[in-house]
Structures are given as C-alpha cells and as structure tokens.
C-alpha cells in the first residue's frame, strides 16, 4: 500500500515556467512532510519540509503548499531552471518514525 | 553540517561474493541509521532500521541474513551484502538521524552506493 501518492511521474517544464509536483497522504497523524532533490547517481538530499500547522512554507523559488483537509500538498518551483532538472520525491511520517516516500517526479527543465 | 558519507561510491564484484558498505556521520551522532534500496527509475526502498548497539530492525520481505547490518557505533553503521547475486545490483543508500538537531527527527542521506554484481 503506497502510504503517499506523487504526480506526476514526469513534467517537461520550460526555462523560467513554474513546475508544480503533487502528493497525497491518507495517514493522518503524519505530522513532517519533506519534498528531496535527487540527481543522478546521488542520494536524496532535503529541499524544504513543512508541519502541518501551516498551509505554505517559500523557500527562494521553491513553495511547499499544504491543504491538511484535503491531505495534500505540493511543491511548486518558481522560474524553472535547467539546474532543477532532477528526481523530486515527497515524503511524509510521524514523529521519530520512518518515511513513507513518494514514488517520484522526473522533472526536465528545457532551456 | 549534518553530512552523511558512504564509502565505496560504487562497488563491482563477482557473484558469490560479499560486500560491505560503510555510512558514517560526519559531524553528528546518528543513534539511528536507516538503509534503502533503490533501483532504477524507482523510489526508495527501506531495507531495515539500525539503533546504535543494538540489532536492526527489518522490513518485512529484506532478508536479514544476507544484508546484515551492523551499527557499533554513533557514526558508523555498516550493511553487508552477503554471498550477492545479480538480482542484488542496486543503488545502496544510508540515512541518518540526529535526535539533538531537529525537533522534527530529519534524516540525513548519504551519496549512495551503487553495487553491480556480476
């Protein structure tokens, strides 16, 4: 059972356009939601994260938006660039617990 | 800070054979470790849970007695790939955890081993 859902699985998205990746949970006392940057050949590496007590978190170009009704979120990237092509995944968990991973989004940003 | 290394980078060897993976914390004391797999294309897998003195914790279907893990200490844990077959060949990323960083308990990711087993 895939405890978080991601979308999609790949985006084309031009220079300078904003990129926008969406997750979904179904655990509610999932409390910690972090976006990872992944490039090839390298392990994941944390790019934002956001509690769900607050519904945005900006960080330079990169916005975590979270709906806890709904039990979304979403990671848009502002003026794109081809140095944010990359794997991005969501994750989420509970406390001291494992993360549940998304399954990820290859992103290309073309010049 | 909060930098996690892994060593090797990559690893090629001969099936049959066994393989050691090294994880270190390298400015912190990670009392828990956590190992993934990841194949091509795909998200991460987690293999199993190592507290420091104490035996890992497996997911369910990674069989514990050929990746053994070992987590002696504060800034090491090591994973063992033992008699490796080719259907082992993946991509070995580590994760650490220092409880006295963050109140929200990040992990912090190695580079990731690749492994080919020929």
């Known amino acids: 059972q895939q405890q978080v859902k991601q979308s999609p699985q790949s985006l084309i998205v031009q220079k300078g356009g904003i990129s926008i990746i969406n997750c979904a949970y179904e655990?509610?006392?999932?409390?910690?939601f972090p976006w990872y940057q992944q490039f090839p050949g390298k392990g994941p590496a944390l790019l934002i994260a956001i509690r769900p007590d607050v519904s945005e978190k900006k960080e330079g170009r990169f916005t975590i938006s979270f709906n806890k009704s709904a039990k979304q979120f979403s990671l848009h990237i502002m003026d794109s660039q081809p140095g944010d092509s990359a794997t991005y995944f969501c994750?989420?968990?509970?406390?001291?617990?494992?993360?549940?991973f998304g399954t990820g989004t290859r992103l290309t940003v073309i010049p | 800070g909060a930098v996690v290394s892994q060593h090797p980078s990559w690893v090629i060897c001969k099936s049959g054979t066994s393989v050691k993976i090294e994880c270190r914390s390298l400015?912190?004391?990670?009392?828990?470790m956590f190992w993934y797999r990841q194949f091509p294309k795909q998200s991460l897998m987690l293999m199993a849970t190592?507290?420091?003195?104490?035996?890992?914790?497996?997911e369910q279907g990674v069989e514990k007695d050929k990746f053994l893990i070992n987590h002696a200490s504060l800034t090491l844990s090591t994973l063992t790939v033992t008699s490796a077959h080719p259907e082992d060949s993946s991509f070995y990323i580590c994760s650490a955890r220092d409880v006295g960083r963050s109140s929200y308990n990040e992990q912090f990711f190695g580079p990731g081993t690749r492994l080919t087993v020929l």
């Open positions: 655990n509610t006392a999932f409390d910690y």
């Open positions: 190592s507290n420091e003195g104490s035996k890992a914790t497996y």
């Open positions: 400015d912190f004391q990670a009392t828990t």
């Open positions: 994750a989420a968990k509970t406390g001291a617990n494992n993360l549940f």
